[in-house]
């Protein structure tokens, strides 16, 4: 859907003559046969002086006005290509193309997309609870998740100095804690409220019902954690719950530190904010991802874990599964929490 926002793209009607007649050279009868009843069964509002006007809408009976270049300069080219494959040619012919294509990794033919399980972290018990100070010496012992440019799910990561995190989870029967330590040699914090997802972040995504997380949805959550101010003061927000700033109603509280290297941020989740009750070796689904912006506007974000099912329009995310003491055996599977 054109002008899409986060999430699931949700197409509300409004067709471009370019989107078909340019996928020629892919579907040659299905592009034509598009075109064809474009110009004969809605030429009269559609067809101009330039050919096809930029865009239209049937259920609303629109019909736009304008004609804008580089889309008719994409329909042109690929027409062209499809009759000729002139533009392949040129591209064939052009050295430095190639190389770039090669570094990339393009090759020719198909590729199988993997189709990832969801990881396991084990996240251990805290009893007690944890003193929210951004110092972490009070944190159990347990394995931290590592996200580095290997996990980028989007922008420029230049290496480790530019965006790297530490992520660890714990938990007791009260709340979900976390603590985040993020090498990042620029940050930057300019934005407030809902905004902040613009700025240096850290987000945690947690599906309480265990049955995928849809984007905006009362009952999922994505909660973000704005990168510390000189004072440790950490800006949050919830975007699924009516855009609530979370750390003004109570139901998760975060602090840090910022240096040179970068910032470490810790907080927490109230369980009973979630809807939960955390039970030993129970498991809940939770995506986490950090954003990097730059002051020379470059950007970058890291995930763990996304698998889309687009079928479904949904997410499915990590496993974070609660331990008390030792790892639960590798046989037991655990239990989603109720």
């Known amino acids: 859907a054109y002008g899409a926002p986060p999430g699931w793209a949700f197409h509300d009607g409004t067709l471009a003559p370019t989107g078909c007649g340019s996928s020629i050279v892919f579907t040659p009868e299905e592009s034509l046969a598009c075109l064809r009843h474009y110009y004969e069964n809605l030429g009269d509002r ?39 494959e002139l533009i392949w040619k040129i591209m064939a012919r052009n050295q430095t193309l190639q190389e770039a294509m090669k570094r990339l990794g393009f090759v020719p033919g198909s590729k199988e997309l993997p189709w990832p399980e969801p990881p396991l972290y084990y996240a251990p018990y805290a009893s007690g609870g944890l003193k929210i100070d ?16 290997t996990f980028k799910e989007r922008g420029q990561i230049e290496n480790d100095k530019d965006l790297r995190a ?15 330590t993020v090498t990042d040699e620029d940050i930057v914090i300019r934005k407030n ?11 945690i995504y947690i599906d309480p019902d265990d049955n995928g997380l849809v984007w905006d949805h009362a009952d999922d959550y994505q909660l973000g954690f704005r990168a510390p101010d000189e004072a440790g003061n950490v800006a949050a927000w919830s975007w699924f719950q009516r855009q609530e700033n979370p750390s003004e ?15 470490v941020l810790e907080g927490s989740v109230r369980w009973s904010y979630l809807g939960l009750k955390p039970e030993v070796n129970t498991y809940i689904r939770i995506g986490l991802s950090v954003h990097d912006i730059d002051r020379d506007r470059s950007e970058g974000k890291i995930q763990w874990f996304f698998r889309n099912e687009e079928e479904f329009q949904r997410f499915i995310l990590g496993k ?10 590798e046989s037991k599977k655990p239990e989603t929490p109720t």
């Open 320 to 329: 974070v599964v609660l331990i008390k003491g030792t790892l639960p055996p």
């Open 134 to 149: 951004s110092y972490l010496k009070d944190w159990p012992q347990g394995d931290a998740i590592i996200l580095d440019k």
């Open 46 to 84: 559609l067809w101009g002086r330039y050919g096809f006007s930029d865009a239209f809408n049937l259920d609303n009976q629109w019909f736009d006005q304008e004609v804008i270049g580089i889309d008719q300069g994409a329909l042109l080219l690929m027409i062209e290509n499809h009759r000729s």
């Open 166 to 180: 530490e992520i660890r989870l714990a938990w007791n029967e009260e709340e979900l804690f976390f603590a985040v």
């Open 249 to 263: 109603i109570g139901v998760a509280v975060a602090k840090g530190f910022v240096d040179q290297k970068g910032y």
């Open 193 to 203: 409220g809902k905004n902040i997802w613009m700025d240096d972040l850290f987000e």
